[in-house]
């Protein structure tokens, strides 16, 4: 029996991404604050994270909300269909 391919919905994660962005931006908080605060191993990785190019689990949106000091369901608050 073969793997299952990781899901991966690539527009569901730049929405949640572009949410974290604006709200950031609202915060006047830049990628390398997030990435000093989320206290990254590679700042590229959050960088990655931010663009929207990488699937990121419960945990780390998690961090995010804790970051910009919001619950998490606002991260979630944008248009979904």
């Known amino acids: 029996m073969g793997r299952k391919p ?3 919905n690539e527009d569901f994660i730049k929405k949640v991404s572009a949410r ?3 709200i ?3 915060k006047d908080l830049g990628q390398d ?3 000093e605060l989320f206290q990254a191993d590679d700042n590229r990785q959050i960088g990655r994270v ?3 190019e990488t699937n990121y689990g419960i945990s780390e ?3 995010f909300a804790k970051i910009l000091k919001v619950h998490p369901k606002v ?3 944008f248009d979904w269909e």
Do not use: F, H
Request: glycine share 4%.
């Open 6 to 8: 990781n899901y991966k």
């Open 20 to 22: 974290i962005l604006e």
């Open 24 to 26: 950031a931006k609202e």
């Open 33 to 35: 604050q997030i990435a």
């Open 50 to 52: 931010l663009r929207g």
């Open 61 to 63: 949106l998690e961090r």
């Open 75 to 77: 991260l979630l608050d």
